[in-house]
């Protein structure tokens, strides 16, 4: 819905490439099935959100193997373990998916990116999974500790094995993709940080210039600030009342527009969707069809921010 100024949409609901597009062909969808609460379900409740996620065109399903440490799950490898009970119950599902997992976080570590475990925590993620291949291995947290051209080797022996297809980072600061980057001989295809209108640094501190300018694909977790975008808990009650209004105006629910926002920056972020309930993956597609034009962001951010733009 358009205003009097007549302003286009920035939302892009477009497919995404990972990478450019003569570094892979993993075309995704704006929106993902993220797994960080994929736990302490059975196989035909997890099978009944792949299956949904799946049907709305969420063909990007994300995982971890720290995945199940927490949000109810029993422990480490629980979600990687659940999804690989889907697919061994249904693996027709497999081919219609972009199956995307992290490693490096070890537990009582934290971080482990050494050879050895990066290799064996990608080695325990195909086992858990079921799997041959893994479409999208990305680094989880950085290991402070690790050489950029031991983690460089470890992804390229893990892609030409063929283990893994492509590879990417997550929660990595520009230096850090950087210095990985230039030792790899495997393209970078993604990065996935935190972004949402409760979480906006990555507007300023170079993580979303950089994915532009090397053309990784943004995976955003966390588009509802960990919920707080759509209870309103915790957040500046400027920005509960913007969203609302534009809520209002385009006639759905106070987390789409916080989805619509994530998918309105230029880098078209995939906006990674943590809800397991198959109603609310459904709700989550009207974000596609939001309008939410320039002037419309600048007020979500100042309201975000509490300083006006000058």
């Not at 070890?106 to 479409?135: F, K, M, W």
Request: charged residues 25%.
């Amino acid at each position: 819905m358009s205003d009097e100024l007549d302003l286009p949409s920035l939302v892009d609901a477009g497919a995404r490439t990972l990478g450019f597009d003569d570094d892979t062909d993993l075309e995704v969808g704006p929106l993902a099935f993220g797994c960080w609460r994929f736990v302490g379900s059975d196989v035909a409740r997890g099978r009944e959100l792949i299956e949904t996620a799946l049907e709305l065109d969420m063909n990007l399903i994300d995982t971890a193997d720290i995945y199940g440490r927490g949000h109810g799950g029993r422990g480490f490898g629980e979600a990687e373990e659940l999804l690989g009970k889907v697919l061994a119950e249904a693996p027709e599902l497999r081919d219609q998916m972009v199956l995307a997992t992290k490693g490096g976080i070890r537990e009582g570590v934290p971080y482990d990116s050494s050879p050895d475990h990066l290799t064996q925590a990608c080695d325990d993620s195909l086992r858990r999974l079921g799997v041959d291949v893994i479409d999208l291995y990305q680094v989880h947290r950085p290991d402070l500790l690790a050489h950029p051209l031991d983690v460089a080797e470890t992804l390229d022996a893990l892609v030409d094995s063929g283990k893994v297809r492509a590879v990417g980072v997550s929660n990595h600061t520009p230096a850090q993709v950087r210095a990985l980057a230039e030792y790899l001989e495997v393209p970078l295809v993604s990065t996935q940080p935190e972004y949402s209108a409760a979480h906006l640094d990555h507007l300023r501190d170079g993580v979303l210039d950089q994915a532009m300018e090397l053309g990784l694909a943004v995976l955003a977790w966390s588009p509802l600030g960990g919920g707080r975008l759509a209870t309103g808990e915790g957040v500046r009650p400027e920005l509960i009342a913007v969203l609302d209004e534009l809520a209002g105006r385009e006639g759905v629910d106070r987390a789409t527009i916080a989805t619509a926002f994530v998918l309105s920056h230029p880098s078209s972020p995939v906006a990674i969707l943590g809800t397991q309930t198959p109603d609310r993956l459904r709700e989550a597609t009207k974000a596609l069809d939001v309008h939410l034009d320039r002037r419309d962001a600048y007020r979500i951010i100042e309201a975000a921010e509490g300083v006006p733009h000058p």
